[in-house]
T-cell receptor, first 112, second 116 residues
């Protein structure tokens, strides 16, 4: 079975500051890891995904994440936060099956 | 190109009633998945359908059922509604049916179901 734990249900950063959203995974098989973003009253949009290969994954909107097997982590970062980044962020994991297993989400607040 | 479309956007039902939610996938996508997102939680997998056949099912009671039509659109049915069924129901489509590791999911904006 695969699961993810997102550390911190709420994160607040100043505009222009580094964004760091934490995700740790548990998987009995090589994991496929994802970050999704959800804006209010909208569905989920894929930011980036890790399957195999390069451990540093670049996504849309300037986000990137690094797969660290030794730490079972897949943290999401962005060098400089923008007001438009305020949203709910979900880490997810899947294996060979048909389900994406999501974390509980982290709400990102960006202050001026 | 149109994305995944879901209808209705909002719905209010009474306990014990039945509800049908509808989803149209992105043109060319053959697989549809359904997820339930309770307020304050991440989405939970309910079903995946590919070529009209159920490929995967999450840990949901038999009150939940779905089907996929020849045009690849899908319906999610929930019988005997409970207060706990209140949630945002998300539909996602993908090109093929291998699962999200191989065929990325594209989500619709969801149907907000309120059970009173």
């Amino acid at each position: 079975a695969q699961s993810v734990t997102q550390l911190g249900s709420h994160v607040s950063v100043s505009e222009g500051a580094l964004v760091l959203l934490r995700c740790n995974y548990s998987s009995s098989v090589p994991p496929y890891l994802f970050w999704y973003v959800q804006y209010p009253n909208q569905g989920l949009q894929l930011l980036l995904k890790y399957t195999t290969g390069a451990t540093l994954v670049k996504g849309i909107n300037g986000f990137e994440a690094e797969f660290k097997k030794s730490e079972t982590s897949f943290h999401l970062t962005k060098p400089s936060a923008h007001m438009s980044d305020a949203a709910e962020y979900f880490c997810a994991v899947s294996g060979a099956g048909y389900a994406l297993n999501f974390g509980k989400g982290t709400s990102l607040l960006v202050t001026p | 190109d149109a994305g995944v479309t879901q209808s209705p956007t909002h719905l209010i039902k009474t306990r014990g009633q039945h509800v049908t939610l509808r989803c149209s996938p992105i043109s060319g996508h053959k697989s549809v998945s359904w997820y339930q997102q309770v307020l304050g939680q991440g989405p939970q997998f309910i079903f995946q359908y590919y070529e009209k056949e159920e490929r995967g099912r999450g840990n949901f009671p038999d009150r939940f059922s779905a089907r996929q039509f020849p045009n690849y659109s899908s319906e999610l049915n929930v019988n005997a509604l409970l207060l706990g069924d209140s949630a945002l129901y998300l539909c996602a489509s993908s090109l093929e049916g291998q699962g999200p590791s191989y065929s990325p999911l594209h989500f619709g904006n969801g149907t907000r179901l309120t059970v009173t």
